[in-house]
């Protein structure tokens, strides 16, 4: 393998890395814990971070499936697997910021203002 197929490997894999670990900190630490602290006003603390949060995972997503695709059309490693995973993801994430936010703020605006995003789309 050469250098340059040795960093798109490391570029994907560290993408991948940092998206999931993103996931399960925000999942099992970061949210748990600021409903503990704030209780009922969490609620506007978390939705204010959703939009950033999937942004971040959209941009970690697309550069490991970029950097797989490279990887793979120089056949440095087998990346066909790592950038079908990685669209999967960032279709999930897409759909998760421009369309489940979006039903979100709707819905708030007939329910409590404590689920609401005060960030725009």
Do not use: E
Not at 9 to 14: F, G, N, P, R
Not at 34 to 50: E, H, K, R, S
């Amino acid at each position: 393998m050469t250098l340059l197929g040795t960093g798109l490997l490391v570029v994907a894999d560290a993408a991948l890395g940092i998206w999931l670990g993103s996931i399960v900190f925000f999942s099992f630490i970061g949210a748990p814990t600021t409903f503990d602290v704030l209780g009922d006003d969490a609620g506007q603390v978390v939705n204010a971070i959703f939009p950033k949060y999937y942004q971040f995972g959209l941009g970690l997503g697309v550069v490991a499936f970029g950097a797989a695709v490279v990887g793979n059309a120089m056949d440095a490693f087998d990346g066909i697997v790592v950038a079908a995973l990685a669209l999967v993801g960032v279709a999930f994430t897409g759909y998760a910021r421009w369309v489940l936010i979006r039903r979100w703020r709707r819905r708030a605006t007939t329910r409590s203002p404590s689920i609401t995003c005060n960030r725009s789309s």
